[in-house]
């Protein structure tokens, strides 16, 4: 099954934006202040870090050579990168919630 024309670029700009989402949340909830860190906040950033991570692998992913014209397996690939990120990140924005 091939995916529709213009999902590798939706993917790429989605991922960017949940990426840009997530630093917005950080720097919100506050990761730069100098006060000791207790575990919920190395909770909070650990799954945001695990995010990131696999919010930036997207596009790299999406992008990457595949074997022959029809295999688009890495696309696929790319977007339960994508969905891992996008889980990630929220979690880590309600977790701040409960860190508060």
Do not use: K, N, Y
Not at 11 to 34: C, Q
């Amino acid at each position: 099954m091939q995916f529709p024309t213009g999902s590798v670029v939706a993917l790429s700009s989605a991922a960017s934006t949940v990426f840009s989402i997530g630093m917005i949340s950080l720097t919100w909830w506050g990761i730069h202040e100098p006060t000791p860190w207790r575990v919920g906040d190395v909770i909070v950033t650990l799954l945001a870090l695990f995010g990131f991570a696999c919010l930036g692998c997207v596009p790299w992913l999406a992008t990457s050579p595949m074997r022959h014209e029809t295999d688009e397996s890495r696309v696929a690939v790319a977007r339960r990168a994508f969905l891992a990120g996008v889980i990630a990140m929220w979690l880590s924005i309600v977790a701040t919630i409960f860190v508060a």
